[in-house]
Nanobody, 114 residues
Framework: VQLQASGGGFVQAGGSLRLSCVAS????????MGWYRRAPGKQREYVAH???????NYADSVRGRFTISRDNAKNTVYLQMNSLKPDDTAVYYC?????????WGQGTLVTVSS
């Protein structure tokens, strides 16, 4: 399985970005898809997940600002990020929940300036 994340960029605090993650397989075959991030000098952390049925959950640090969704027909998972903060600066990755080591892709860099 290959997971390709995209949509990152440079944005000012308070701005928005939408990330996309395209899977190389039928996304309906994967129950839970998640977004993760690794900030400079920190460990990779969980951000959000979405089940096949659309049930979602979020890390406390992003709840109310980020929205995860998935389009199984397009094999794509999205992460809408609003009210971005400098602390959201990180490389964002998608993977399953629980994660699989060989599913990590290159990720997409999000930089939020203050």
């Amino acid at each position: 399985v290959q997971l390709q994340a995209s949509g990152g960029g440079f944005v000012q605090a308070g701005g928005s970005l939408r990330l996309s993650c395209v899977a190389s397989v039928n996304l309906f075959s994967i129950n839970i898809m998640g977004w993760y991030r690794r900030a400079p000098g920190k460990q990779r952390e969980y951000v959000a997940h979405c089940t096949r049925e659309g049930v979602t959950n979020y890390a406390d640090s992003v709840r109310g600002r980020f929205t995860i969704s998935r389009d199984n027909a397009k094999n794509t998972v999205y992460l809408q990020m609003n009210s971005l903060k400098p602390d959201d600066t990180a490389v964002y990755y998608c993977n399953t929940v629980p994660t699989r080591a060989n599913y990590w892709g290159q990720g997409t860099l999000v930089t939020v300036s203050s």
